[in-house]
């Protein structure tokens, strides 16, 4: 597998010639090479992660392919053909093995509803759990996403979320609210909760790559 990170929350996962997106949204550059995407999952309905102009520019490369996503993202993006999925649901598509998890977003502020979420478990994988810290449970986790930086993310919770994760190798995501110092913080942070589980710890920039 080969996971590629760009900008934001947005990840290019390719597997035996196909490709998968997640969540590309309004801080992600115009994505490119699209001619073997199979699939794209969007965890939730923040414009963040999944916009139009993204979803169409990959319908043009690839058309007919299924979204993957809420219901609330399925009304928000009523001029594409959304599948609905849920926590609990597993669904193949072309050489991808997709389980979901979770079910809402991290509380931002009590003033503001959570919507739905959900975390993606790839091919037994990698597992990437939008914006939540959701668990997945009796599932031993090789690659997590972790989210390091947003509105709604204690530094500590984050960490707390990686160690009960215990995943054998991490990189962060969903940063573009960091600065470079608060971005480095926080990727020492989390790349010793990961190493407490034996685990290593990538720091990916948008363009970087982990293989394997």
């Given at each position: 597998m080969r996971i590629t990170r760009h900008e934001h929350a947005a990840l290019r996962v390719e597997h035996a010639g196909r490709t998968l997106i997640i969540d590309p949204g309004t801080f992600t550059a115009a994505l490119t090479?699209?001619?073997?995407?199979?699939?794209v999952v969007i965890t939730h309905e923040h414009p963040d992660h999944w916009t139009t102009e993204h979803l169409d520019r990959i319908l043009r490369a690839a058309p007919g392919i299924p979204i993957l996503s809420t219901a609330h993202v399925a009304v928000?993006?009523?001029?594409?053909?959304?599948?609905?999925v849920q926590p609990g649901d597993a669904v193949s598509v072309d050489g991808f093995e997709l389980r979901f998890f979770g079910g809402e977003h991290a509380v931002i502020h009590e003033s503001m509803p959570r919507v739905e979420n959900l975390g993606v478990l790839v091919n037994d994988e990698l597992y990437y759990p939008g914006d939540s810290y959701a668990i997945p449970e009796d599932v031993e986790v090789n690659?997590?996403?972790a989210p390091i930086g947003a509105p709604w993310l204690k530094i500590g919770e984050a960490m707390d979320f990686v160690l009960a994760v215990a995943p054998r190798r991490c990189f962060g995501t969903h940063d573009m609210t960091l600065s470079s110092i608060g971005l480095a913080m926080h990727r020492q942070r989390l790349q010793w909760a990961t190493e407490q589980g034996g685990g290593t710890f990538s720091a990916l920039d948008p363009g970087d790559v982990l293989e394997g």
């Open positions: 090479d699209l001619g073997d995407v199979v699939a928000a993006a009523a001029d594409h053909d959304v599948t609905v690659t997590l996403a």
